[in-house]
């Protein structure tokens, strides 16, 4: 795979991933105090993530090295990373709310 078509493809997932973190915020509103707590420390953290992973992109579009490898290899893990706190959240968010919150 080349790396601009990486790059290209995963910012594009990144825009999405955004989207679902502002759903996760929306959503945690409709929480307690405490619930909404948790909920935004999982997205505190799906927020460093997703930085991460822009200046990762940027880099490998700026520095273009002959192997990218480990930079694929951490973009990838951040990716995991990142879906696993919004699973997290979301089944904190299904569990706390009071009445089922859809998404």
Not at 36 to 56: S, T
Request: charge should be negative; hydrophobic fraction near 40%; aromatic fraction near 6%.
């Amino acid at each position: 795979m080349d790396v601009k078509d990486f790059c290209s493809g995963l910012e594009q997932e990144l825009v999405a991933w955004k989207a679902k973190l502002f759903d996760v915020v929306a959503k945690a509103d409709r929480l307690g105090s405490a619930e909404r707590e948790r909920v935004l420390a999982n997205f505190n953290d799906m927020k460093i993530i997703v930085q991460d992973l822009e200046e990762k992109i940027n880099q490998l579009k700026t520095e273009c090295p002959s192997d990218w490898s480990p930079q694929k290899k951490a973009i990838e893990k951040g990716h995991v990373d990142m879906r696993s706190k919004y699973e997290e959240a979301m089944e904190f968010i299904g569990k706390a709310a009071p009445v089922s919150i859809p998404g």
